[in-house]
């Protein structure tokens, strides 16, 4: 059973089977992974672009070491900045991309939309390494791999994302992904962090992360982009690590053991303790060892199709 | 030349002019006479059959961007004004964000120059602040003399409350109204309307609330200054509402809407197509339902097209970075008949009031006359021609328009004003 349509763009309308498929492929390369020799021929011969407009190190590497695993040529196309400031649009920098025979593109991009813009430009199957604050389908997918992994299924769990949802492109896929496979979702995060109107998502909004940690079976810690203009939404760090932060206290007091998910990089101490981060029950550097196998997967599903 | 215009309508409900079937005919730019024609006045005239079409005051957008000087690859002043024509208008005010902006004589005189000849009348607005920087006022009289309409920061609100007091002041002196881009600016700088939909296409938001906080403000300084203030492309529903109120306090306040604002929601952003992006930006059903009320019950005084042309490179850029605006001269009456006549919302006496009257009057510009003697200054609109939008055949320098291949109801047939006639895609001298 294939895929039923030709791109990822984000996780918005993707179907429950094809969410299945997925998780199922990535778990037979998840596999692969594990053998002395971590390669197979699968994409022999097809051509994959990761045209990353914004530097991401971890997700293009992810999607790299992913394509090569499969045999893919893939080449990196790092622009720093916007196509404006370059000089070049983007639409002329696909087009010639276009022009090279290229069977697949994987596209990040600090503007929303543009992945949808290129396959309005461009034949090849277009994945989305993450758009502006839209979404990031492959986080999710990863995110929604490694639950299943720990706890053994998705339906009936209940799942809480942690942070600046606003500010977030995890968020978005994460929610729309996980309501799919029948997961109950809810965010927590400082109200300025919270978009209006997230509750027509069917989405529960709370504000106190000790109820996050007593309702949920899973915490989904998204990152703080302190280097973004994230930091006039909250009065300081420390009041943010005080009231949202989760450290080995805060998981005590509540009595609770619970699974913590973070899509990294880590800001230690201020959305999650080092003791937390490094502790031998989370998951947080299997979740980077899933992202290639759930990148594999998706490349495989998308590049055999044609 | 002699021009009949045979069993046309006459609708000037500046005049309560309504009258059915009646011959015009037309001398040298004048009304020659109006009624019944003799054989002798039939002879050697160019006869226009005009069978249920209307003739009506030439309509007026008061809100156009031509961008000479400064953008002259994509609009000048006569390719705007030819936009203008093929849209079925016969007089323009264009907004000052030009480079160097309209906030000296010399580019007043400039536009001026440049339209002299054209059959669109053009009447410039001047910036309210030098380089509209909402610092120092710009030189109003001067600006006056010159042939300004009304003053305006357009593109940005007139920046702080004590420059505003003091623009309102001054403009009273002369009677002309403060024109107002409404948007607080330390809650501008998003993409979209702030709504459900930003949230799911991940774009920056503009709460509508960056809007009526400008138009609370300027309502009151307004009533304040006992001055004239008028409400650009009015977008919000709690503006409208209060519009609506501090029109029944008597507050000299005016406000205009366009066609995108009261035909799009911003649903329509789902496709990410710069050509829907917009400021203030299209927002939602209740606001829209909102607007229609106000243009029912005259709260919103009239339609102007916010015309704002892009070169196509710009806006073939990513949604967030492309530049907001659309152009709207040439789609203008086909919307407002469309979404307004032809779903009844307005009359067709309300419509040409909003589209050619009430505009006039705002800008103090005297409302054309169909009378014997009078010089002629009208358009010829067919309330009932079915037609579809083509980008191609526009005569504005652009083409960024969300209402391409658009079926639209109702359009202009022709225009006569300055002894010229624009009908077929033409111009000719009358």
Same mark, same amino acid.
Request: with cysteine; glycine share 6%; net charge negative.
């Given at each position: ?8 763009l984000?996780?918005?309308?993707? !179907?429950?089977?094809?969410? =299945? ?14 053998? !002395? ?20 190190t971890?997700t ?16 990196? +196309?790092?622009?720093s ?5 370059k #000089? ?5 920098t ?34 989305n ?19 299943r ?6 339906? /009936? ?13 995890v ?6 992904g ?5 997961a ?14 997230l509750?027509?998502l ?11 940690? =007593? ?7 998204l ?9 006039e939404?909250f009065?300081s ?6 009231y +949202? #932060?989760?450290d080995r ?10 699974? &913590? ?13 080092s003791e ?10 299997q ?20 | 030349?002699k ?8 609708l000037?409900?500046? =005049? ?35 069978k249920? @079409?209307?003739?009506v005051p ?10 000479e ?8 002043v ?17 907004m !000052? ?14 536009i001026?120059k ?5 059959l669109?009348?053009?009447?410039? &607005?001047?910036?309210a ?22 003053f305006?920061?357009d /593109?940005?609100? &007139?920046?702080?409350?004590?420059i ?6 001054y ?10 881009h ?5 809650l501008? /700088?998003g ?13 920056? !938001? ?12 300027d309502?009151?300084?307004?009533e304040?200054?006992?001055? @004239?203030?008028?409400?650009s492309h009015?977008?919000s529903?709690?503006?409208v509402q209060?519009?609506?109120?501090a029109? @029944? ?28 992006k ?18 029912k ?5 009239c ?20 530049p ?7 789609? =203008? ?7 307004? +006549? ?9 419509? &040409? ?21 009078e ?40 225009v ?15």
């Open positions: 059973m294939p895929l039923s349509n030709r791109h990822l984000g996780m918005k309308d993707v !179907p429950k089977e094809d969410i =299945q498929l997925i998780l199922d492929t990535a778990t037979t390369f998840r596999e692969v992974l594990e053998r !002395p020799i971590k390669k197979v021929p699968t994409l022999q011969g097809k051509s994959i672009v990761n045209l990353f407009y914004e530097n991401s971890r293009r590497i992810s999607f790299e070491l992913a394509e090569k695993r499969l045999s893919a040529d893939s080449i990196n +196309f790092s622009v900045g916007s196509s404006v400031s #000089g070049e649009t983007l639409k002329d696909v087009k010639n991309i276009e022009a090279m025979k290229v069977d697949m593109i994987v596209v990040r991009h600090a503007a929303a939309g543009v992945p949808l813009m290129l396959t309005k430009i461009s034949d090849a199957n277009v994945i390494a993450g758009d502006g604050i839209h979404e990031h389908p492959t986080q999710a997918l990863l995110d929604m791999y490694s639950i992994e720990k706890l053994g299924k998705l339906e /009936g769990l209940k799942v809480c994302i942690v942070g600046d949802v606003a500010h977030s492109r968020a978005l896929s994460n929610i729309y996980l309501k799919t496979m029948g109950k979702v809810s965010v927590c995060g400082p109200s300025t962090m919270i978009p209006r109107y509750d027509e069917g989405v529960d909004v709370i504000h106190n992360i000790d109820e996050a940690i =007593q309702e949920n079976d899973v915490l989904n810690v990152r703080i982009q302190l280097e973004r203009k994230a930091r939404y009065p760090i420390r009041e943010y690590s005080q +949202f #932060g989760i206290n805060r998981l005590e007091k509540n009595g609770k053991d619970i699974l &913590i998910l973070h899509p990294g990089p880590i800001n230690r101490g201020v959305e999650i303790s937390i981060a490094d502790g031998s029950s989370q998951i947080i550097l979740q980077v060892t899933n992202g290639v196998a759930v990148r594999m997967a998706v490349l495989y599903l998308l590049g055999t199709l044609n | 030349m021009l009949v215009l045979k069993n046309v309508n006459l000037n409900p500046d =005049q309560k002019l309504n009258e059915k079937d009646v011959d015009v005919l037309i001398e040298d730019g004048k009304y020659k006479k109006i009624g019944k024609l003799t054989e002798a006045e039939l002879k050697d005239a160019k006869v226009l059959e005009l249920g @079409k209307y003739l030439g309509l007026f957008d008061m809100h156009v961007h031509l961008r000087p400064g953008r002259e690859d994509e609009e000048t006569i390719t705007g004004c030819n936009a203008a024509a093929n849209g079925g208008f016969t007089g323009i005010a264009c !000052p964000n030009t480079e160097p902006a309209i906030d000296s004589a010399e580019v007043v005189t400039l001026k440049q339209s002299a000849k054209h669109v009348d053009v009447y410039p &607005i001047g910036a602040t030098v380089e509209r920087k909402g610092e120092i006022l710009s030189p109003m009289a001067e600006l006056k003399d010159a042939g300004v309409v009304g305006s920061d /593109g940005v609100a &007139i920046k702080t409350a004590s505003l007091k003091r623009a309102l002041e403009a009273r002196m002369f009677d002309l109204p403060i024109i107002e409404c948007e607080d600016e330390t501008a /700088g993409a979209m309307n702030e709504s459900i939909n930003s949230t799911l296409l991940g774009l920056p !938001p503009i709460p509508a609330i960056a809007e009526d906080l400008i138009v609370m403000r309502i009151l300084m307004a304040y200054a006992n001055a @004239k203030v008028h409400i009015i977008s529903k709690k503006s209060m519009v609506r109120d029109k @029944k306090k008597g507050i000299k306040v005016t406000a205009e809407v366009t066609p995108h604002h009261f035909t799009l929601t911003d649903d329509a952003v789902k496709t990410y197509d710069p050509n829907v917009m400021n203030p930006p299209l927002r939602t059903r209740a606001d829209v339902d909102e607007i229609l009320a106000g243009l019950d005259g709260t919103i005084d339609i102007a097209s916010d015309h704002a042309p892009h070169s196509l490179e710009e806006k073939e850029m990513e949604f967030e970075y492309a907001n605006g659309i152009i709207g001269l040439e789609t =203008q009456v086909g919307l407002a008949f469309t979404e307004l +006549f032809q779903k009844k919302i307005l009359n067709l006496e309300q419509l &040409i009031e909003k589209l050619s009257i009430n505009p006039r009057k705002i800008l103090n510009i005297s409302i054309p006359q169909v009378k014997e003697g010089p002629v200054n009208l358009t010829i609109l067919d309330p009932d021609a079915i037609w579809t939008v083509d980008k191609t055949k526009f005569k504005s320098k652009s083409v960024n328009t969300p209402f391409d291949k658009r079926l639209l109801t109702g359009k202009s047939v022709g006569i004003n300055k002894n010229q006639m624009f009908i077929d895609g033409k111009f000719e001298r009358i």
